[in-house]
Structures are given as structure tokens and as C-alpha cells.
């Protein structure tokens, strides 16, 4: 049995969103990581028993402007539009988390996708047919 964090209660009036593009100060544009963990947590930040998304603990993103954690700002890729990357947080890394991380699918192998038309299982169904996964 693993150990769990104790639930710290969200402090209202609280800024929502957890999803997020930006640019930086230097200019730099970035897709916003959404899962924090503690700044000492060197591992997967899934595993941290103190992790915890925009709108928990810090205001969201739906914020015109948001401090982020160094690490959670990613250069985001030429060939990806703002819009794009600002829904890849949530949905796509679960997404791809599920797939490639713990559904132990090899290829060849049939996938079932409840609730086909939400936001991470349309990710999932993209991704494996991208790669031919599922």
C-alpha cells in the first residue's frame, strides 16, 4: 500500500484552467506543462505524492497572464500553432501516458475507446492510429 498525500483544499476566489500556450518574457514560446510537482521531485511527476495541476494550488491558466514553474514551459515546436499546443497539456499527455506508458498494447493489438468523442479519447484514438498502435 502506497502512501497518500493528504488532500490540501483548493483557496477560493481561484483562477481556473490548466491548459496553456504562451510566450515568456524573452519571447520565447512555449506550450504549458499542467502537472506540478514538488520542486525537490526528481522522478516521474505522476508518482509525486504532492503533485498537483493549475487552478489547485496556483491560479490557472485562464489567467491573461501566468507564473510558471521553469520547468513546466516548454519550447514549443515550429509547425505547432498556439491553439494547438495550449489543449496538448491535459487530454494529449494523458493520452499519450495511457497508450505508450500503461496499456501495454502492441501493435496489432484491438483497442477499446469508451466515449469516442471527448477530449482524451479523441487524443488516444489519434494517436494510435498515428502510430498504429491500436
Not at 483557496?11 to 504549458?32: H, K, Q, R, S, Y
Not at 514551459?73 to 487530454?91: C, F, K, Q
Request: aromatic share 8%; with cysteine; glycine share 12%.
Amino acid at each position: 500500500m502506497g502512501v497518500t498525500a493528504q488532500a490540501k483544499p483548493i483557496v477560493f476566489p481561484m483562477i481556473l484552467g490548466n491548459n496553456g500556450a504562451g510566450t515568456l518574457d524573452d519571447g520565447t514560446e512555449v506550450i504549458i506543462y499542467p502537472l506540478m510537482g514538488a520542486p525537490d521531485w526528481r522522478n516521474d511527476e505522476t508518482l509525486d505524492p504532492d503533485w498537483n495541476i493549475f487552478s489547485q494550488r496556483v491560479p490557472g491558466t485562464f489567467a491573461d497572464y501566468v507564473a510558471v514553474p521553469c520547468r513546466n514551459a516548454i519550447p514549443r515546436p515550429s509547425g505547432i500553432s498556439a491553439l494547438e499546443a495550449s489543449v496538448m497539456g491535459t487530454a494529449w499527455l494523458t493520452a499519450y501516458r495511457m497508450l505508450f506508458t500503461k496499456s501495454g498494447l502492441k501493435p496489432g493489438q484491438t483497442m477499446l475507446v469508451q466515449g469516442g468523442s471527448g477530449g482524451v479519447a479523441t487524443a488516444l484514438i489519434q494517436c494510435a492510429v498515428r502510430t498504429h498502435a491500436g
